[in-house]
């Protein structure tokens, strides 16, 4: 079992920047892939990033602006979201998984991002 503890939602406007945070705590071995779901409203819930010990990969719609990275040793993932549009406002969740395949194993209560135009 893992646990992950989401941080760094909040209102931006359109163009501007947040950085989110994912501490991960429990299971290290459920953590080797770790990423980057959202739910907008009315949406289904789509994938955003992932990341393992040797690549990340993105979802077109944010390719560019969002970059994926993870601090091992605090076993916590971040994506910092850059150049934000209103289209990207969604709950935010916190995903880890033993592999690439099972990423989306594990999941973190969310976090708001709410960008306004």
């Known amino acids: 079992q893992v646990q992950l503890v989401e941080s760094g939602g909040g209102l931006v406007q359109a163009g501007g920047s947040l950085r989110l945070s994912c501490a991960a705590s429990g299971r290290t071995s459920s953590t080797i892939a770790m990423g980057w779901f959202r739910q907008a409203p009315g949406k289904e819930r789509e994938f955003v990033a992932a990341?393992?010990?040797?690549?990340?990969d993105y979802a077109d719609s944010v390719k560019g602006r969002f970059t994926i990275s993870r601090d091992n040793a605090k076993n916590t993932v971040y994506m910092q979201m850059n150049s934000l549009k209103p289209e990207d406002t969604a709950v935010y969740y916190c995903?880890?998984?033993?592999?690439?395949?099972?990423?989306?194993?594990?999941w973190g209560q969310g976090t708001q991002v709410t960008v306004s135009s």
């Open positions: 995903t880890a998984g033993s592999s690439r395949q099972s990423v989306n194993d594990n």
């Open positions: 990341i393992t010990w040797s690549y990340a």
